[in-house]
């Protein structure tokens, strides 16, 4: 995520960050988490992003509400008891691209996300699931986490979102900005 705004900045776009809201969640997360909890993570991850969304031209976060939306089906057990899947459905169509991280590593401890491999595979069989009803295939890119290195060319993908850079024109890079939000 990082690295992407990154470039998005090296660019001469102007650039915002989301945080991750799980981190803030008072309610509970991972495998822990209740419907309330994961509700609370749906709505935190709307708010942030209205808040920022118009504060740049690119607004990068680590999640989309479907990802949010995953973990909330799997902790009801694919039922909806607050009725949010309008919600997420007409949410999903304010984004202009979904990167979607293919988890072929190992998972490693941070202190908040799981390390729970069983976890990961179900919420990966729910956005498996998911993502064809919420997501345009046109919007989707699949890469293999371990592609992200270093070394990775985030061009290709940053064309994608904005387009070609004018020709002839040096951009002038943008700082990548980290605004505090409701939670800091």
């Known amino acids: 995520m990082h690295s992407f705004a990154g ?20 309610l509970g997360l991972n495998e822990g988490a209740t419907p309330e909890a994961q509700l609370w993570t749906i709505m935190a991850q709307i708010q942030q992003e209205l808040e920022l969304r118009n ?14 939306f995953a973990y909330f089906l799997r902790v009801t057990g694919g039922t909806d ?8 459905a007409t949410w999903c169509d304010t984004y202009d691209l979904f990167v979607r991280l293919q988890p072929d590593v190992p998972l490693r401890a941070d202190g908040v996300r799981s ?12 956005l498996n699931a998911i993502l064809p009803t919420y997501v345009p295939q046109d919007r ?15 061009g ?11 020709p002839g024109e040096t ?12 939670w800091d």
């Not at 470039?7 to 102007?14: Q, T, Y």
């Not at 607004?59 to 479907?66: F, G, P, Q």
């Not at 390390?115 to 729910?126: A, G, K, L, S």
């Not at 890119?141 to 290195?149: G, K, P």
């Open 7 to 26: 470039a998005v900045g090296r660019s001469g776009r102007s650039v915002e960050v989301g945080r991750e809201v799980i981190r803030f969640n008072p």
């Open 55 to 68: 504060r740049a031209e690119v607004l990068v976060t680590d999640r989309a509400v479907i990802d949010n």
């Open 81 to 88: 008891p607050f009725d949010v899947r309008p919600l997420i």
């Open 115 to 126: 390390t729970n491999d069983r976890f990961r595979d179900e919420i990966e069989t729910i």
């Open 140 to 154: 989707l890119v699949v890469i293999r986490a371990s592609e992200v290195t270093e070394a990775f060319d985030w």
């Open 156 to 166: 290709a993908l940053l064309e994608r979102l904005v387009g070609p850079a004018p």
């Open 171 to 182: 951009p002038i890079p943008q700082t990548v900005a980290l605004h505090p939000t409701l």
